[in-house]
């Protein structure tokens, strides 16, 4: 079966330095997202990604995110300047729609560690 | 926006009895409710979903029914088992207007022998 695969599994990084975690979609899914789960909390959405555009963002998602397709395969999310609340595991998810089916996998998560 | 509420934080059983898990949302437009499945350390993973034109949908021993009217869903297991013991999260959408999931706070379930 088709699996989201995120890379690293696990980053320790310092406070205020930038991270990048990357994401290898299901090949034929069109829709792109990036989640976040804070230790023992819910599974938090941040953003969507369609057409190479944001589709959608939360209030999470602000000025220190952003999100890229570099290549036909990869997406990625980076964190600029981090700090001590963005410890968390980060879950990339993809779905062929949005409208049919919307069935949304998920990676097996990066978990990011700063400080 | 959308939010979703979900009930018992925890849940032990017995192996072999039932569990039920509820959720309430508070969008009337959201029309799709998945269910996932959350082992320790690992990806949350879709076990069941109900569209709102459906009021009940069962696989195996996992079942889920929607009240559009009160607003609420529900998760069933019945003869639950010890790999069953997850958290379990809820979550609603609508699929026409957006592709985000909102996600209800989890249930750990512990079945125990």
């Known amino acids: 079966e088709p699996e989201v695969t995120q890379t690293p599994s696990h980053q320790v990084t310092q406070m205020g330095q930038e991270v990048i975690l990357r994401c290898v979609p299901i090949?034929?899914?069109?829709?792109f997202y990036w989640y976040r789960q804070i230790l023992g909390q819910k599974v938090e959405f941040l953003v969507s990604f369609y057409n190479n555009e944001i589709s959608e963002k939360s209030e999470i998602f602000d000025d220190q995110f952003s999100v890229e397709r570099p290549d036909g395969s990869n997406f990625t999310l980076k964190i600029r300047s981090t700090k001590l609340e963005d410890s968390a595991m980060y879950f990339c998810?993809?779905?062929?729609?949005?409208?049919?089916?919307?069935?949304?996998?998920f990676g097996e998560g990066s978990w990011l560690t700063v400080v | 926006g959308e939010n979703v509420e979900q009930h018992p934080s925890t849940l032990s059983v017995q192996e072999g009895d039932s569990a039920v898990i509820k959720c309430t949302y508070s969008?009337?437009?959201?029309?799709?409710f998945p269910w996932y499945k959350q082992e320790l350390g690992k990806r949350p993973q879709l076990i069941i979903d109900i569209r709102s034109n459906v009021g009940e949908k069962k696989d195996q021993r996992i079942a889920v029914t929607l009240n559009k009217t009160a607003k609420h869903f529900s998760l069933h297991i019945t003869e639950t088992q010890p790999e069953d013991s997850a958290v379990y999260f809820c979550?609603?959408?609508?699929?026409?207007?957006?592709?985000?999931?909102?996600f209800g706070t989890g249930t750990r379930l512990q079945v125990t022998l």
């Open positions: 979550a609603a959408t609508h699929t026409g207007t957006a592709s985000k999931l909102t």
């Open positions: 969008d009337s437009a959201s029309n799709y």
């Open positions: 998810a993809s779905s062929e729609y949005r409208v049919k089916g919307n069935t949304i996998y």
């Open positions: 090949s034929n899914h069109l829709y």
